[in-house]
Nanobody
Framework: QVQLVESGGGLVQAGGSLRLSCAASGRTGRNYAMGWFRKAPGKERVFVAAISWSDGSTSYADSVKGRFTISTDNARNTVYLQMNSLKPDDTAVYYC????????????????WGQGTQVTVST
């Protein structure tokens, strides 16, 4: 089992920045891939970014490329999502997820999920 706890959400004005954190515990290991997804009210859960813990390779949704950065801190077993130039369309609950497979943009390939953290971007 892997436990994931997100933090760092909040209210920010458009153009601002936030950094989300996802602390992993339990049966973690470098063979996991980590992903961030988000779900806005009335919309489906969508892929945001992913990273391979073993080699650091990353993937981003087109909507966040150039604005968001996913990274890991191996010593702290923590994954970060640095979000810059935030837009009102980025408003959503953000979820951290872990997969024992290669990272992907498909939420159903991730076995473990955090509880989510709310990000609200005002105009």
């Amino acid at each position: 089992q892997v436990q994931l706890v997100e933090s760092g959400g909040g209210l920010v004005q458009a153009g601002g920045s936030l950094r989300l954190s996802c602390a992993a515990s339990g049966r973690t290991g470098r063979n996991y891939a980590m992903g961030w997804f988000r779900k806005a009210p009335g919309k489906e859960r969508v892929f945001v970014a992913a990273i391979s813990w073993s080699d650091g390779s990353t993937s981003y949704a087109d909507s966040v490329k150039g604005r968001f950065t996913i990274s890991t801190d191996n010593a702290r077993n923590t994954v970060y999502l640095q979000m810059n130039s935030l837009k009102p369309d980025d408003t959503a609950v953000y979820y951290c997820a872990a997969s024992s497979n290669n990272y992907s943009e498909f939420w159903w390939t991730y076995e473990y999920w955090g509880q989510g953290t709310q990000v609200t971007v005002s105009t």
